[in-house]
Every structure is written in structure tokens, then in C-alpha cells.
């Protein structure tokens, strides 16, 4: 991680020396292998515009590159850590948690925000985590479009492109921006989220939707809004995310009383914004 702590180490929960992990090997790996699968990415576009002209689905050269970027980070992490397992988003979070809560874990999205990647739209990131025992140790969310990479250690706080950060001061909801990430159509659960996000909306000062849920926990990290909902998370899509928000200073919860990393509806804001959102999400 740039100009972060390199030399941290992690011991297992009952401090056993045979379960070490080097975090700042895994920190310099997780960033290689960001930058790597941005610049894939970024290189990939032209690809999108051929797949017009031969009348390719461009999804599906979409789902190519994702599928690329992938193994793209599998072979960097797993060079420098072979021993570590290894999930992505053909995984179910859920299955690998059981088999390997005991063993070192790389939980990674290579392109979040796929949409506005297919389209265009310059707003998406890769996400990669280290997960050990049940916690996050390093997280890293790089925005190759901008060039912006978020990176954490647990215990050894945040920082953007080489520079701490930390989430913004408290501040009347009215004045606060708030962001989230919406449920796919037709969703179970889209008629109460809409309401969570109408009381929201009237609540705060603004309400952001970019289509990135690891770039929006980024920005809370960096202090760049306030506050963060969303539901029906991917554990793949949310580590890196939960432990930047967590090092920057961010409350964060689980609103359905599982594991965070577990959890199907996730809520974090700013120190002391806790209340204020809580009682527009539950609407009391």
C-alpha cells in the first residue's frame, strides 16, 4: 500500500505464531493487483466499441473482461500468497466462509459497477480484500478512471493515493449527503427500499446513486458523503469497502443482526450521524 505501513503482521485469535500472515506483503500484492486488473480494464474498452461494429452482445464481451480481470488478480495475490484461497463472483460468500473461516481468504470484485462500465459511464472500480478469522485485514478499492486508489490495513487506517484519510465531521442531516446502491428491479424487497429512500431523500441534504457500492464506501472513507445504505450485499462486493470505511473512523452496522460480512442490509455514516439515520431508514 503506498507510503502505508508495510511491515504489520496479523497472528491468529489465540495468538498462535503458526498462523502468521504478512499484512504489508498482502497490502503490496492486493495493489499490484488493482492497478494490474484497472489497466486491463481501461485497455479492455475498445473492445466494447468493436463488439458494435461486429454486432457482438456487448455484455457479453462485457462479462469477458470481467471474467479476465479476474484471473488477472487471482494469478498476482495468489503468486505471492499460494497458500490462500481465493473467491470471486461465481462464489457464494456464504459457502467459503464455512469451509475456510480459519484460513486466509481473498474476496474480490474485479469490476464493480459493470453497467456503467458497459456504458460508458466513467464510474467503477475493483475491490480487493484479505479476509482472516472473521475480519477484514486489508482492503483496496482502485477507480482506474481517475486514478484513485483507497487502501486499508486493519489497525493502520486508510489512505488515498498515499494519504490518510478519514470520514468528514458530524453534521445536521440536512446539511449531509447521503449514497446507496439500488436493489435490481423487480426486487422483493423493492417497495420498502423505495420507501427507506423516500424518507432519506426528504431527510438529507442530498442523496447520490452512482452505481459503484465499493467507490460509494470509498467515499464515505474519504469523506465524501456522510452516509451509506444498501441491501442484498455480496460479501465479494462489500470486505474491501467495510474495512476502509472502519479505518477512516465510519460506524458501521448490519441492520439484520448477521455478521457484517454476512449481512443482507448494511447501514454507515460518520461518527455521531448514527441516530439521525437510523430513524429515516426505519422510519420512526
Known amino acids: ?21 504478512d499484512l504489508g506483503g498482502a497490502s503490496r500484492a492486493a495493489e499490484q493487483a488493482a492497478y494490474a486488473a484497472g489497466t486491463h480494464l481501461q485497455a479492455s ?20 473482461i470481467d471474467r479476465e480481470t479476474q484471473s488477472l488478480i487471482r494469478e498476482v495475490v495468489l503468486k505471492h ?73 486493519r489497525g493502520h487506517g486508510a489512505v488515498l493515493n498515499g494519504e490518510r484519510i478519514e470520514c468528514a465531521w458530524p453534521r445536521p442531516a ?7 446502491v439500488f436493489p435490481q428491479p423487480g426486487h422483493l424487497r423493492m417497495a420498502s427500499y423505495l420507501a427507506e429512500f423516500g424518507r432519506v431523500v426528504r431527510g438529507f441534504g442530498g442523496v447520490r446513486r452512482s452505481g459503484s457500492m465499493a467507490l460509494e464506501m470509498a467515499y464515505l472513507a474519504a469523506g465524501r458523503i456522510d452516509a451509506f445504505w444498501a441491501h442484498d450485499l455480496g460479501g465479494w462486493r462489500a470486505a474491501a469497502g467495510l474495512l476502509l470505511m472502519r479505518e477512516a473512523g465510519a460506524h458501521v452496522e448490519a441492520r439484520d443482526g448477521r455478521p ?25
Do not use: K
Open 1 to 21: 500500500m503506498r507510503h502505508a505501513v508495510l511491515d504489520s503482521r496479523v497472528t491468529s485469535a489465540e495468538g498462535l505464531p503458526q498462523t502468521m500472515i
Open 45 to 64: 474498452r475498445s473492445r466494447l466499441a468493436a463488439a458494435m461494429v461486429t454486432q457482438t452482445d456487448p455484455a457479453e464481451v462485457a462479462a469477458e
Open 81 to 153: 500468497f499460494p497458500d490462500h484461497g481465493f473467491i470471486g463472483e461465481a462464489y457464494r460468500f456464504e459457502d467459503a466462509w464455512s469451509l475456510r473461516e480459519n484460513h486466509p481468504l481473498w474476496v474480490v470484485d474485479p469490476l464493480d459497477g459493470t453497467l456503467n462500465y458497459l456504458r460508458g459511464y466513467p464510474h467503477y472500480g475493483v475491490s480487493i480484500a484479505l479476509v482472516f478469522e472473521g475480519e477484514v485485514q486489508v482492503g483496496v478499492v482502485y477507480d482506474p478512471g481517475r486514478n484513485e486508489f483507497f487502501g486499508a490495513i
Open 174 to 180: 440536512l446539511e449531509g449527503l447521503a449514497a446507496t
Open 260 to 284: 457484517v460480512l454476512l449481512s443482507g442490509s448494511l447501514a454507515a455514516c460518520v461518527p455521531g450521524g448514527r441516530e439521525a439515520l437510523m430513524r429515516l431508514l426505519n422510519g420512526n
